[in-house]
Antibody
Framework: QVQLVESGGGLVQPGGSLRLSCGAS????????MSWVRQAPGKGLEWISY????????YYADSVKGRYTISRDNAENSLYLQMNSLRAEDTAVYYCVRVDHDALGALDIWGQGTMVTVSS | DIVMTQSPDSLAVSLGERATINCKSS????????????LAWYQQRPGQPPQLLIY???TRESGVPDRFSGSGSGTDFTLTISSLQAEDVAVYFCQQYYDTRWTFGQGTKVEIK
């Protein structure tokens, strides 16, 4: 079945770095844009980045631009998020999300999420 | 960025009654070349990741019960649950994908009265 599994979350100090990974299965990974969406504890959803299937289109939210880098490895069916210069306000559950192939921007498959906590 | 504003922030509805959630965008999300509204709705049950309910403002995702419906165009949209069931207790979010930077509404919490 279609599945996304995130890993790499944890506790990191302010100013530190973390790399999230997302393994995809059950669909042709390279056919889909992929995205990261985060949710701070008790808060709403915040889109942070997406990448096209052939990684020629990449966009970031202003809140993470210059600090985060999204990438993908289609041979490994994997999506990544490199997070640098982390701040307390980056504390959130980070979801790996598949973008609908036809409704480009609708987020049709979500992982269970991985928690990132930025604290000293 | 396009700002998405939902109303109300929360509502309590009796089982079997109608629930209506509104979403307003700060600019139109209707793309004139294909006459499609770049608007989606999601349901997030407690402790779960969000789930896509509606895209193109009114197209139900496969497997979504037909008591869920989406309507509206341009800047004003509505998600309607025609007959609230216990499993519909959740937070509902709208999202625009018209702009290259996608944005969500703040969420509407639906509870049983």
């Amino acid at each position: 079945q279609v599945q996304l599994v995130e890993s790499g979350g944890g506790l990191v100090q302010p100013g530190g770095s973390l790399r999230l990974s997302c393994g995809a299965s059950g669909f042709t990974f390279s056919d889909h844009y992929m995205s990261w969406v985060r949710q701070a504890p008790g808060k709403g959803l915040e889109w942070i980045s997406y990448i096209s299937g052939s990684d020629n289109y990449i966009y970031y939210a202003d809140s993470v631009k210059g600090r985060y880098t999204i990438s993908r490895d289609n041979a490994e069916n994997s999506l990544y998020l490199q997070m640098n210069s982390l701040r307390a306000e980056d504390t959130a559950v980070y979801y790996c999300v598949r973008v609908d192939h036809d409704a480009l921007g609708a987020l049709d498959i979500w992982g269970q999420g991985t928690m990132v906590t930025v604290s000293s | 960025d396009i700002v998405m504003t939902q109303s109300p922030d929360s509502l309590a509805v009796s089982l079997g009654e109608r629930a209506t959630i509104n979403c307003k965008s700060s600019q139109s999300v209707l793309y004139s070349s294909n006459n499609k509204n770049y608007l989606a709705w999601y349901q997030q049950r407690p402790g779960q990741p969000p789930q896509l309910l509606i895209y193109w403002a009114s197209t139900r995702e496969s497997g979504v019960p037909d008591r869920f419906s989406g309507s509206g165009s341009g800047t004003d949209f509505t998600l309607t649950i025609s007959s609230l069931q216990a499993e519909d207790v959740a937070v509902y979010f709208c999202q625009q994908y018209y702009d290259t930077r996608w944005t969500f509404g703040q969420g509407t919490k639906v509870e049983i009265k």
